[in-house]
């Protein structure tokens, strides 16, 4: 079971870090997606489990940074300078199988947490 949390409210320019724990079950990489009210899920951020692969969305590039603490299977995504528009429920997964390149696929994640309401103002 995927936990999420550390969502909140912040404002606009603000920052926050979201936590992901896992039981501990072996995963080949882990990742962040958000969905907006009224808009579909969209890819944020992942990265592979080694740690050698890291994959951001071009909105989040240069404020967001996906990382992960082995030793107590978390996952963490650090939000910076946050914008109205990261305005989401942010769920975190985890998957097997398939390569980098398909990281920002909400098809190749195999296990999914419930997600943690993010709300910035402006």
């Known amino acids: 079971q995927l936990q999420a949390s550390g969502g909140g409210l912040v404002q606009a320019g603000g920052s926050l870090r979201l936590s992901c724990a896992d039981s501990?079950?072996?995963?080949?990489?882990v990742g962040w997606f958000r969905q907006a009210p009224g808009k579909e899920r969209e890819f944020v951020a992942a990265?592979?489990?080694?740690?050698?692969?890291?994959n951001y969305a071009d909105s989040v590039k240069g404020r967001f940074t996906i990382s992960r603490d082995n030793l107590n299977n978390t996952v963490y995504l650090q939000m910076n300078r946050l914008k109205p528009e990261d305005t989401a429920v942010y769920y975190c997964?985890?998957?097997?199988?398939?390569?980098?390149?398909?990281?920002?696929?909400?098809?190749?994640?195999?296990?999914w947490g419930l997600g943690t309401l993010v709300t910035v103002s402006s």
């Open positions: 997964a985890a998957g097997t199988g398939y390569s980098s390149s398909h990281y920002h696929l909400a098809g190749a994640y195999n296990y």
């Open positions: 501990g079950r072996i995963v080949s990489y």
């Open positions: 990265m592979s489990w080694r740690g050698d692969r890291r």
